[in-house]
């Protein structure tokens, strides 16, 4: 059992709010999961900066040209030069720590704790942007590790998170390691992931990506899908793990359970509906 939430924004007099708001989600989803938590966060970036960031990277840790902060067991390095150049860096400067995302929009915060103390660790409220998704982690699938945790981000500005378990994940992750994918933790979620970014770098849109997971991977779940233009939702033919999605002029939210949402602004008008089985929502920025 894990506890999922997602918010996109359409309004931009609510990009300073989006951290608030999502760390008041997350905070309800915390009954759901209290081993680990994270959160992906979506922002217009300064023209040219790019972000990398990893988890249980060494104190004090350096890489050239780049700036840092740590946030518990993440660091986030930010620089200006293209996201591969900054990738080469941080993988050359730290060969031994796991990288959570990169990209220009995106920045994965994520670890092992209680969600309440790491929301406050990493700063959530602060947090402005135009999207974000969140997590709590019950462990099922794998270990309790800061690699193990949610969200997942394995390509450019991709994001995903998840409540369920893929049933047949080993025999995908084979066939993806068979393929050139290298995998950093034994979480199945990470095979969905790698499955859906394998997609999109063949040309794939969110929708056909989500549609040939469903068609590949058995098991149940919810999912919430992210890149820096698209929120995307799918569950499995049975849909037997809870979701709820509400939608306004303003806003579009996802969350595992209703009470997450009622803090929004606006909910007492917004549309509320539960995703169909195997049908891929998304909206698009």
């Excluded at 990738?87 to 050359?92: G, K, M, N, S, T």
């Excluded at 500005?157 to 369920?164: A, E, W």
Aim: with cysteine; net charge negative; charged share 20%.
């Amino acid at each position: 059992m894990c506890g999922i939430a997602g918010l996109h924004l359409r309004d931009p007099e609510l990009y300073p709010q989006l951290g608030a708001l999502l760390q008041a989600m997350l905070g309800q989803a915390a009954e759901r999961g209290t081993d680990a938590a994270g959160v992906g966060l979506y922002r217009d970036p300064p023209a040219g900066l790019s972000t990398v960031c990893v988890v249980d990277a060494p104190a004090g840790a350096v890489v050239p040209g780049a700036d840092a902060v740590t946030m518990g067991q993440t660091t986030v390095f930010t620089a200006s030069v293209p996201p591969s150049e900054l990738e080469a860096r941080v993988r050359l400067a730290l060969p031994d720590a796991v990288l959570t995302s990169r990209g220009t929009h995106l920045s994965v915060l994520k670890g092992t704790g209680h969600p309440h103390a790491l929301a406050e660790t990493f700063d959530l409220a602060s947090a402005r942007g135009y999207q974000g998704v969140a997590h709590t982690r019950m462990a099922t699938e794998s270990a309790v590790t800061s690699t193990g945790s949610h969200p997942y981000s394995v390509g450019p500005d991709q994001c995903m998170v998840h409540n369920g378990s893929f049933a047949n994940h080993a025999t995908i992750r084979r066939a993806l390691r068979a393929s050139g994918v290298v995998f950093d933790s034994e979480n199945d979620t990470e095979v969905g992931a790698r499955f859906v970014a394998q997609q999109l770098a063949d040309g794939a849109d969110v929708e056909k990506a989500l549609r040939l997971l469903c068609e590949r991977f058995d098991g149940f779940y919810t999912l919430l899908v992210a890149t820096s233009n698209s929120f995307a939702v799918v569950r499995d033919a049975i849909a037997c793990k809870p979701a709820v999605i509400a939608e306004t002029d303003r806003w579009v939210a996802m969350a595992s359970e209703y009470r997450y949402l009622t803090g929004l602004p606006g909910i007492s008008t917004a549309r509320i509906f539960e995703p169909e089985p195997e049908v891929v929502y998304v909206w698009e920025r």
